[in-house]
């Protein structure tokens, strides 16, 4: 049956399967790219948003029986008046930041905003309920909404201004074309005659394979070929740290969770091979698995051959942490508990690989480090890295969560072999299982101080479950040691932190990594002693707070661009004016450090007179690590930033580590910097047009970290962010504010910086209140993004943020990373505020009910 409706103003007919999504024939029929999927036909994320008839439709779930006869429209049917209008005031706003859901956005605003001129809040709120952003915390999105509305009631056209210089609000980079969805994401790419795959992922948590038949899987037309993990050329376990991550079992292994990947299945379409797949018999005998962290350190079950204790770090100084315990007149003793947390970024992992040059790999990637992933492949593969490409393609998002390769490994292998290009996604679901997760921790805390209300004492003991595999663990423990004691100076630590394997999903980076955890604990800690001496928690805080000179957990002593107490002094009139507060500040690293390197490199190509190209090896994935390349060049040069264009590629040798741990800024900035310095002098003499063809290259490094153990001057990191947060709720013991004040040293772009800290400010209160990745097992409860628990833009309060400028001695300009510093004093002030109200202390996360964490709008 026919069916006939309009798309976009034209005439359309469709004769094939009536039950196909909107979604897929948008984007597989009529290459329409705006139209994103980030949750798999789960109807949770508004960003396949369209207008059907007027009214707003999620294409995922409509299918196209359901759109008889009907009017559809897509970004790309908009008036171009109205479009632009929409897009320059989302981007104008700061309202795009990865970009994925933004289409979404821009379509439930349109039609918004034809039925109301002027909507209210509430309004826009209530209009915007079933699109879900993880970047922006939806504070910029309001506005953005509130902005387009005026400028289109006043019949006034919007313009971006490019100033290009570090301190102005210059738009992100690419954001207009991310608005209206015309940059591609790595499944928009369109490669010619691309092949699909999928995967086979075990069928338990922990299990002996025994054999594993693909008879069945090499029969069905269109599949090209079944992989297993004989097919591996180089080394089958990999790993960010530690190669104890197979990329495919193997018969005779043992399955430690339940993402391990049997499998893979290569044919000429995704459904093909899925069906394929699901045609793969594998004989197990299963065996019970280990779940319980507390239990798994001394249990003879072993996740892996060398035992289940991954690593412990270790922090003891200044003296006896017992005794001096015994001296403090005030001490607290609390156990906390944190939960697992799934990183929700909307868009799922996605990877495209083909044959290149002699015996080569091309991978199009949106990880976070695009020379890790060439170190992995060339080992997967066993060839030498030269003779692999990685180019990234921006990210939809990825808070830590897309730097363990998932996907990239399997369609290297699969094009290597096949010498064709080969596409391989995880949907949501898939998602869920295989990709780490946030560390849940144990911990035991104890504080003291004395009767003036000065620390004297913290002792920690933490467990952190690792699952399955190393990724980052030791390092995320490493660093929850690190920073035990918080914002403030302790003369006594006594901490240790272990991660320990089971057979749960892998607990890996996550925005914070393992410094959000010890701030819940610490900070609840606080506020009891200050409760039991009678101190004010302001004062208290002020008093004890890190100071240039003073020294943080491991022993680093600080000696200049400490700002907590600037940052304290920004909300200590609202402290003292709410009647229910929580208060909480927090430290942040910037760097690896603890005897790693950290380091950048970029270079600077000079195209044509109107065209130049910075390269350099940061993931883009929201945080605006290109936009602050861009206006650091332009700052240092004077180049206008509309002829800039930046790319990622391992080709162009401008190498980087992982995008993670808050460094973006300060390493491209300097490198950026460094490479400018000739590029300036050059420029006294000669324009662009007689500079074509020439690279600038820069470099900026810091070596001088120690390892953790060092005897003599500790140099933990080489910069450090730092935070208060004051969480004030109304009569009700709902959240009304969130005052977040951030020492940024320097903010290199105040659009930038607010965004980032409001997003992190909204997903730490998802953190305090309702996120939640339940495990029982071995197994998630629930694979749907619904159930996360992700506050939706009608409970997520306002927040206020406050910028803090002490300049570091090290950072571009003075400045320090934001990126992660804005959720680790979320929970805390959260938990603290709640106690205020109804005098409950909360020592375990997430702090509401699972039946009740919807029901409390604005909380």
Same mark, same amino acid.
């Given at each position: 049956m026919s069916i006939f409706f309009s798309l976009n103003g034209a005439k359309k007919t469709f004769n094939g399967d009536e039950n196909l999504s909107l979604?897929?024939?948008?984007?597989?029929?009529?290459?329409?790219?705006?139209?994103?999927?980030g949750c798999s036909g789960q109807a949770a994320c508004g960003a396949c948003m369209v207008e059907m008839n007027?009214?707003? !439709?999620?294409?995922?779930?409509?299918?196209?029986?359901?759109?008889? #006869?009907?009017?559809?429209?897509?970004?790309?049917?908009?008036?171009?008046?109205? $479009?632009?209008?929409?897009?320059?005031?989302?981007?104008?706003? #700061?309202?795009?930041?990865?970009?994925?859901?933004?289409? #979404?956005?821009?379509?439930?605003?349109? +039609?918004?905003?034809?039925?109301?001129? $002027?909507?209210?809040?509430?309004?826009?709120?209530? &209009?915007?309920?079933?699109?879900?952003?993880?970047?922006?915390?939806?504070?910029?999105?309001?506005?953005? +909404?509130?902005?387009? &509305?005026?400028?289109?009631?006043?019949?006034?056209?919007?313009?971006?201004?490019?100033?290009? $210089?570090?301190?102005?609000?210059?738009?992100?980079?690419?954001?207009?074309?991310?608005?209206?969805?015309?940059s591609p994401f790595i499944d928009d790419l369109k490669i010619e005659n691309v092949l699909f795959a999928a995967l086979k992922f075990s069928d338990f948590p922990r299990a002996k394979v025994l054999k594993i038949d693909c008879t069945a899987a090499r029969k069905p037309d269109g599949v090209v070929r079944v992989f297993t993990g004989a097919d591996i050329p180089g080394e089958r376990y990999n790993g960010l740290i530690v190669n104890d991550w197979p990329l495919i079992i193997v018969p005779g292994e043992t399955t430690r969770y339940i993402g391990d990947v049997l499998a893979g299945v290569v044919a000429e379409n995704e459904a093909i091979a899925r069906d394929a797949v699901s045609l793969i018999k594998v004989e197990y005998q299963v065996l019970a698995p280990l779940t319980d962290v507390s239990e798994a350190e001394n249990s003879p079950v072993q996740v892996q051959k060398k035992g289940n204790l991954l690593e412990t770090s270790v922090i003891k100084r200044g003296g006896d942490a017992g005794e001096t315990l015994r001296r403090s007149p005030y001490t607290v003793n609390r156990t906390f508990k944190t939960q697992r947390i799934e990183h929700a970024f909307l868009e799922t992992e996605a990877a495209i690989a083909g044959p290149c040059n002699e015996r080569g790999v091309e991978i199009y990637s949106q990880s976070q480090g695009v020379y890790e992933d060439r170190r992995q492949i060339a080992r997967i593969l066993g060839i030498p890295e030269a003779k692999v490409k990685v180019t990234l =393609?921006?990210?939809?998002?990825?808070?830590?969560?897309?730097?363990?390769?998932? /996907?990239?490994?399997?369609?290297?292998?699969?094009?290597?072999?096949?010498?064709?290009?080969?596409?391989?996604?995880?949907? $949501?679901?898939?998602?869920?299982?295989?990709?780490?997760?946030?560390?849940?921790?144990?911990?035991?805390?104890?504080?003291?101080?004395?009767k003036k209300g000065k620390l004297t004492v913290v002792k920690a003991r933490i467990i952190g479950d690792t699952g399955a595999y190393a990724s980052v663990g030791m390092k995320v423990l490493e660093r929850a040691a690190g920073h035990s004691t918080g914002a403030y100076h302790v003369p006594c630590v006594d901490v240790e932190a272990k991660s320990i394997y089971t057979n749960n999903i892998p607990g890996g980076a996550m925005r914070g990594f393992g410094v959000n955890q010890v701030t819940f604990a610490l900070e609840s800690c606080i506020d009891e002693l200050c409760e039991k001496g009678g101190f004010d928690r302001w004062q208290f805080r002020?008093?004890?707070?890190?100071?240039?000179?003073? *020294?943080? !957990?491991?022993?680093?002593?600080?000696?200049?661009?400490?700002? +907590?107490?600037?940052?304290?002094?920004?909300?200590?009139?609202?402290?003292?004016?709410?009647?229910?507060?929580?208060?909480?500040?927090?430290?942040?690293?910037?760097?690896?450090?603890?005897?790693?390197?950290?380091?950048?490199?970029?270079?600077?190509?000079?195209?044509?007179?109107?065209? =130049?190209?910075?390269?350099? #090896?940061?993931?883009?994935?929201?945080?605006?690590?290109?936009?602050v390349a861009i206006q650091t060049l332009c700052e240092e040069t004077g180049i206008d930033p509309e002829i800039v264009e930046v790319k990622v590629a391992t080709p162009y040798e401008a190498r980087a580590g992982m995008t993670t741990a808050s460094r973006g800024t300060s390493l491209v900035g300097n490198a950026v910097i460094d490479a400018a310095k000739e590029l300036k002098k050059d420029l006294k003499k000669k324009n662009l047009a007689q500079l074509k063809g020439k690279i600038y290259a820069g470099r900026w490094s810091f070596d001088?970290?120690?390892?953790?153990?060092?005897?003599?001057?500790?140099?933990?990191?080489?910069?450090?962010?730092?935070?208060?947060?004051?969480?004030?709720?109304?009569?009700?013991?709902?959240?009304?504010?969130?005052? &977040?004040?951030?020492?940024?040293?320097?903010?290199?772009?105040?659009?930038?910086?607010?965004?980032?800290?409001?997003?992190?400010?909204? *997903?730490?209160?998802?953190?305090?209140?309702?996120?939640?990745?339940?495990?029982?097992?071995?197994?998630?409860?629930?694979?749907?993004?619904?159930?996360?628990?992700?506050?939706?833009?009608?409970?997520?309060?306002?927040?206020? /943020?406050?910028g803090v400028e002490v300049p570091d001695p090290l950072g571009p300009y003075g400045a320090k990373g934001v990126g992660e510093i804005g959720m680790v004093p979320t929970a805390a002030a959260t938990a603290n505020a709640l106690y205020q109200f109804d005098k409950i202390r909360r020592c375990q996360l997430p702090i509401l009910p699972r039946s009740t964490r919807h029901s409390k709008k604005g909380s």
């Open positions: 979604l897929k024939y948008l984007r597989e029929y009529e290459g329409i790219i705006s139209t994103k999927d007027g009214k707003p !439709a999620l294409s995922c779930v409509t299918p196209m029986k359901k759109i008889k #006869g009907a009017e559809v429209i897509t970004i790309e049917g908009f008036p171009e008046k109205l $479009r632009q209008t929409l897009a320059r005031a989302f981007v104008e706003k #700061g309202a795009v930041q990865c970009g994925f859901c933004t289409p #979404g956005f821009l379509t439930r605003t349109k +039609v918004l905003l034809e039925k109301n001129h $002027r909507p209210t809040t509430a309004k826009i709120k209530d &209009a915007l309920r079933l699109n879900l952003c993880r970047c922006t915390g939806y504070i910029k999105i309001i506005e953005a +909404v509130q902005h387009a &509305a005026r400028a289109l009631h006043e019949k006034r056209e919007l313009k971006l201004d490019n100033p290009g $210089r570090v301190g102005t609000r210059q738009p992100r980079y690419e954001a207009l074309r991310k608005a209206v969805g015309e =393609v921006p990210t939809g998002g990825g808070f830590g969560g897309k730097e363990d390769m998932t /996907v990239q490994g399997h369609a290297a292998l699969y094009a290597f072999l096949l010498k064709k290009p080969v596409k391989l996604r995880l949907t $949501r679901e898939e998602s869920m299982i295989m990709h780490p997760k946030r560390h849940p921790m144990i911990l035991d805390y104890t504080v003291g101080c004395d002020f008093d004890n707070a890190l100071i240039n000179g003073s *020294m943080t !957990a491991p022993g680093q002593v600080l000696h200049r661009g400490v700002g +907590v107490r600037e940052t304290l002094l920004a909300v200590k009139d609202e402290f003292y004016k709410a009647k229910y507060a929580g208060l909480a500040c927090g430290l942040k690293n910037c760097g690896i450090g603890n005897g790693m390197s950290d380091f950048a490199e970029v270079k600077i190509e000079i195209a044509a007179p109107d065209s =130049v190209v910075l390269h350099h #090896g940061w993931t883009e994935m929201g945080q605006g690590v290109h936009t001088q970290s120690t390892r953790p153990g060092t005897v003599g001057e500790i140099i933990t990191h080489y910069s450090y962010s730092y935070a208060t947060q004051l969480v004030v709720l109304d009569d009700t013991g709902q959240i009304e504010v969130v005052y &977040a004040a951030h020492d940024a040293g320097k903010i290199i772009n105040p659009t930038l910086f607010e965004g980032q800290v409001q997003g992190a400010v909204h *997903m730490g209160l998802g953190y305090a209140l309702s996120e939640d990745f339940p495990m029982e097992n071995g197994r998630p409860l629930s694979t749907k993004l619904r159930d996360l628990g992700i506050l939706k833009i009608a409970e997520t309060p306002r927040i206020v /943020v406050k």
